[in-house]
């Protein structure tokens, strides 16, 4: 069965350090890959996404991902984090063989302390 | 700011009544998405119009019963609910139809609670 992973539930970081949310996929063929963060009480935000080229992809707010083939990965990360990151974020899959299929992530709880 | 509009912002009702959920978005999109999300939980599709035509219904219930009146409004029609279908309500639209690569942008849903 074609899946998204998000390994940690949360994440904690210091605000300034460095933060890592990590995604893994499942999926056959060459499948777009997206990030989304949701702040409560409010609907999903597009944050960036890899169709193909460069493996390093920026987005909005300072946030960048990097795509591993070979280890179907795609985290995210920010070099130095900020109180107003804490929220949830979503990895998202969307499969380009076969049926369509947009397949969420369980979602990662990034808290960065002050 | 959000460029996908939903209305209500909440709605609580009873088992037995009938009411919609609207969601505008006025970006052109050609592709709009209905999705249930449980607190805490990613969101799951429930249903997909693609240049207005109902193109996938991820095994919805018939209590639930969408419609897309124009590429700019869709709806979603409730009757005869159960408890377990409390949750938040997202809607969704991108910019080509189902098959492009493009993000998709979520209105701030509507939080449904069935008494």
């Known amino acids: 069965a074609q899946s998204v992973a998000q390994p940690e539930d949360q994440v904690n970081v210091a605000e300034g350090n460095p933060l890592t949310v990590k995604c893994t996929y499942s999926?056959?063929?060459?499948?777009?890959l997206f990030w989304y963060v949701q702040y409560p009480n409010r609907g999903l935000q597009f944050l960036l996404k890899?169709?193909?080229?460069?493996?390093l992809v920026k987005g909005s707010y300072g946030f960048e991902a990097e795509f591993n083939k070979s280890q179907t990965s795609f985290h995210l990360k920010k070099p130095s984090a900020l109180v107003s990151d804490s929220a949830l974020y979503f990895c998202?899959?969307?499969?380009?063989?076969?049926?369509?299929?947009?397949?969420f992530g369980t979602g990662t709880r990034l808290k960065v302390l002050a | 700011d959000t460029e996908v509009t939903q209305t209500p912002k909440h709605l609580v009702m009873g088992m037995t009544n009938k009411k919609s959920l609207k969601c505008e978005q006025h970006?052109?999109?050609?592709?709009m998405y209905w999705y249930k999300q449980k607190a805490k939980k990613p969101p799951e599709l429930m249903f997909v119009?693609?240049?207005?035509?109902?193109?996938i219904n991820e095994s919805v219930p018939s209590r639930f019963s969408p419609e897309c009146p124009n590429s700019s409004l869709l709806n979603l029609h409730l009757h005869a609910l159960q408890p377990e279908d409390s949750a938040l309500y997202l809607c969704?639209?991108?910019?080509?139809?189902?098959?492009?690569?493009?993000?998709?942008?979520f209105g701030d849903g509507t939080r449904l609670s069935i008494l």
């Open positions: 969704a639209s991108s910019q080509e139809g189902v098959t492009g690569n493009q993000p998709q942008h």
């Open positions: 999926v056959s063929g060459n499948p777009y």
């Open positions: 890899y169709i193909t080229g460069d493996n």
């Open positions: 998202a899959v969307r499969t380009t063989s076969g049926t369509y299929k947009y397949i």
């Open positions: 970006m052109g999109h050609r592709a």
């Open positions: 119009y693609s240049y207005e035509k109902l193109s």
